[in-house]
């Protein structure tokens, strides 16, 4: 670690140095897969639908799939790799023979996957702009709900990788809660379109929250609840996110 360099500063540095290497592999799913969901579906599908809650199918969709884009980069990124580095790597066991702590390869690690999403998200911003889908100048926010989405995600996620042994977990996330949170949380459809039972199930989803908000940014349009309320949510998840995160780093640290 650099003199003077901040530990958590000095975590985000190594996640940069690994990414620059290694940044190929992300292309399709972090920049290519959204832009395929929004011709394919918005575009594609859309001819089919019309339009959705006054806009035209494109531009409904877009915000989800900007918000779903950050969503699947957070979680992604806080599975394996998490599990990686403490179990075959063991770069979180070399990390504390430094000064580095647990609290601060947690904020390093949501660091670094802030950037990734906030890279991506405003490379998807500029195709959407480009086919017309932001109808208000609000649109410039929504990097900032993406970046509090991807900490509220990835925080409670690492907090997970960091207490299994197995990646076979990581299939029961996946299956049971990533692709069900895509499917219902209403990125391609309005939740009310969901029956009664299902719709508790969306709510709780931090994804639907920044999803509403996203798209109220995006289309110049009041969200379901009070801006404050989505936001709220966000931030209580995050914040205890990242307390599990820190203490789960802590008990496997001291194995």
């Known amino acids: 670690m650099s003199l003077g360099v901040h530990p958590t500063v000095a975590v985000l540095e190594r996640h940069l140095t690994l990414y620059r290497r290694l ?12 832009v395929l969901f929004l011709l ?33 980069i957070a979680v992604g990124e806080s599975t394996y790799s998490v599990l990686g580095d403490f179990k ?8 504390r023979a430094t000064p580095v702590g647990p609290a601060d390869m947690v904020r390093g690690h949501l660091l670094y996957l802030v950037l990734r999403v906030t ?23 929504t990097p900032l709900v993406c970046a509090v989405l991807t900490v ?8 997970f ?13 996946f299956r049971f809660v990533v692709i069900p949170s895509t499917l219902f949380a209403g990125v391609f ?12 199930l969306a709510y709780a989803s931090p994804l639907w929250h920044a999803v509403e908000l996203c798209r109220a940014a995006t289309l110049g ?32 640290l001291e194995d």
């Open 152 to 159: 509220s995600v990835a925080a409670p996620v690492t907090a």
């Open 40 to 72: 394919s579906i918005g575009i594609g599908v859309g001819g089919y639908v019309g339009k959705v809650q006054g806009v035209e199918y494109p531009s409904f969709i877009a915000p989800g799939v900007l918000a779903s884009t950050a969503f699947q």
């Open 221 to 252: 349009t009041a969200p379901a609840w009070p801006v404050v309320v989505h936001a709220g949510y966000l931030l209580a998840w995050a914040v205890v996110g990242f307390f599990l995160a820190v203490r789960a780093f802590r008990r496997r």
């Open 23 to 34: 940044w190929q592999a992300s292309v399709f799913s972090s920049f290519v897969l959204p």
């Open 119 to 141: 890279i991506a998200v405003v490379a998807f911003l500029t195709v959407v702009l480009f086919f017309g889908g932001l109808h208000s100048p609000w649109a410039l926010v």
């Open 88 to 95: 075959w790597v063991r770069a979180y066991h070399a990390m």
């Open 161 to 173: 990788a960091a207490t299994i042994e197995h990646d076979s977990y990581f299939s029961l996330l």
């Open 189 to 200: 459809f309005p939740l009310e379109q969901l029956t009664a039972v299902l719709r508790p």
